[in-house]
């Protein structure tokens, strides 16, 4: 009798016992204490849990966290919290959580504060807390619905927006996200803003991979994969271009001349910073319309060349490019340009050479049937030579200034042709070239600016070449490379 009452008496203390130290766990000074042991062991200067705790058995409730740290890691905010904890383990003082969910989660890095010394951990104190503190934590999945990333590099914001996330941890250690259906803002020319169809980032001490991300460009797609080894600091990154639309890389003034949807192969490695990059890109389904470079040519007849659909645009990118006889090195190089346009109308091939800043070298040569160069002067006909293909007449044009101001000799040397022939012909050729310039900038075009008289300037010398690229960045300097030099080819034709 005895023993029973004994025994009931331990099952009700328990019983109220329980209730007591639930309660006391779903407390203020409760998440006070344990967002204070949060904060130490995480090394942040805050940590706080927000709301109520919900205690039901194995599941935990909370509306919201966030804990702030002075390094990389500048915050992470979380809120509709939802834990499913094995209970069975806590005995063993082992927090398994078996599923961890949350509503939003936002996630804001700066790396700028890459190396920033955070706080040490202190000694825990033994406390009422500490005695029912795991020893050690288990995390089987983790899912949001809405989350947010945005990280401060030193080439400028990223942030992913919207993206239901799901992680998982790794055998051997490390985590599998995948991340899928949001939007992206990237600091890259061109892709300042684009979807986030799907990602997958395999995290390891050792190496950080990135497959089977898929950016929409509406229209377009670029498909990424990238590989890092913290240790080392070694980085490898693959992007491919499909159908993208050319005015992502355009500026205003010649989004209208130039139409077509943009192809590319881009590979870029390094340590720390860009050390190669390679690739190929194409135009396909091409206009275009209204080029300036066509003025310079007094054509009997200009109408077939107003718009001209392109039929073959692509050029090889290729970094660095170190050329000693000629002083150059560590540049940029655009070559194997070669671009077919009007059915046979225009042809364009040579290579472009871009410096540290962003210096122009290289030239540009200038294809065009016989029966248009046969039509023009003599002393005109002159500046044109033969070429491979016997059915065209090619032009010279040897490219300088810089990427913001390109310049270009075939000007200076067509005006100086001009002013050279006689009464007659001057106002023969001059009248086309008026009626030329005139089609090729109505107003729907961007209006060209009147060129000064300048003195010939002969092709670059070697100390004139550009010497190495701006390194602002890995794959900002390859997609600016390509974009910048694709606008001022076509802005110096």
């Known amino acids: 009798m005895w023993l029973g009452i004994g025994a009931a008496g331990l099952v009700l203390a328990g019983v109220v016992g329980y209730h007591q130290l639930l309660s006391y766990l779903q407390g203020d000074k409760f998440r006070a204490d344990a967002a204070g042991v949060v904060a130490n062991k995480a090394q942040a200067d805050k940590a706080e849990l927000k709301g109520r705790l919900s205690i039901s058995g194995g599941h935990v409730t909370l509306p919201a966290f966030e804990l702030r740290r002075r390094d990389i890691v500048d915050r992470v905010a979380a809120e509709g919290i939802q834990a499913d904890i094995n209970r069975g383990e806590l005995w063993d003082r082992c927090l398994h959580v078996t599923k961890l969910t949350m509503e939003e989660l936002a996630v804001q890095l700066d790396a700028l504060r890459l190396g920033k010394k955070l706080p040490p951990v202190r000694k825990s104190k033994k406390t009422f807390v500490s005695r029912f503190l795991p020893e050690t934590v288990k995390l089987d999945k983790i899912e949001c619905k809405d989350a947010d990333l945005s990280a401060a590099l030193l080439t400028g914001d990223l942030r992913l927006m919207g993206c239901g996330l799901k992680a998982s941890p790794l055998s051997g250690g490390g985590w599998t996200v995948n991340l899928t259906n949001g939007k992206a803002r ?67 003034d010649w989004k209208q001349r130039i139409r077509g949807d943009l192809f590319g192969d881009l590979e870029m490695s390094g340590t720390g910073g860009l ?201 900002k300097g390859v997609l600016d490379a390509a974009g910048e030099a694709a606008d001022s080819i076509f802005s110096i034709l």
């Open 275 to 475: 050390q190669s990059a390679r690739g190929v890109i194409s135009l396909k389904d091409g206009y275009l319309e209204g080029l300036p470079i066509l003025s310079e040519l007094p054509f009997a007849t200009m109408k077939p060349y107003r718009t001209m659909e392109v039929e073959k645009a692509e050029c090889r990118i290729t970094y660095p490019y170190t050329e000693s006889r000629l002083n150059i090195s560590d540049a940029w190089m655009i070559d194997n340009i070669d671009i077919r346009a009007g059915k046979g109308k225009l042809l364009v091939k040579g290579h472009v050479i871009i410096g540290m800043d962003g210096a122009l070298g290289g030239s540009l040569r200038i294809g065009l049937p016989l029966s248009v160069t046969d039509a023009l002067p003599l002393p005109v006909r002159s500046l044109f030579n033969t070429g491979d293909d016997a059915e065209y007449s090619w032009i010279t044009m040897n490219l300088s200034g810089s990427l913001d101001h390109p310049q270009q000799d075939l000007s200076v040397r067509m005006n100086s042709i001009l002013t050279a022939l006689p009464g007659a012909a001057v106002d023969t050729a001059t009248g086309t070239l008026r009626d030329l310039a005139k089609h090729l900038t109505d107003k729907k075009q961007p209006q060209e600016q009147p060129e000064t008289e300048t003195p010939e300037q002969p092709q670059s010398s070697p100390a004139e070449q550009p010497t190495a690229p701006t390194d602002s960045g890995p794959v």
């Open 186 to 252: 990237l600091p890259l020319y061109g892709l300042n803003e684009c979807g986030l169809r799907s990602a997958s980032v395999h995290y390891s001490p050792r190496r950080i991979s990135l497959t089977n991300c898929y950016l929409s460009l509406t229209p377009g797609e670029m498909h990424l994969t990238a590989n890092y080894e913290p240790g080392s600091g070694c980085w490898r990154a693959k992007a491919r271009i499909t159908k993208a639309n050319v005015e992502r890389v355009l500026t205003s």
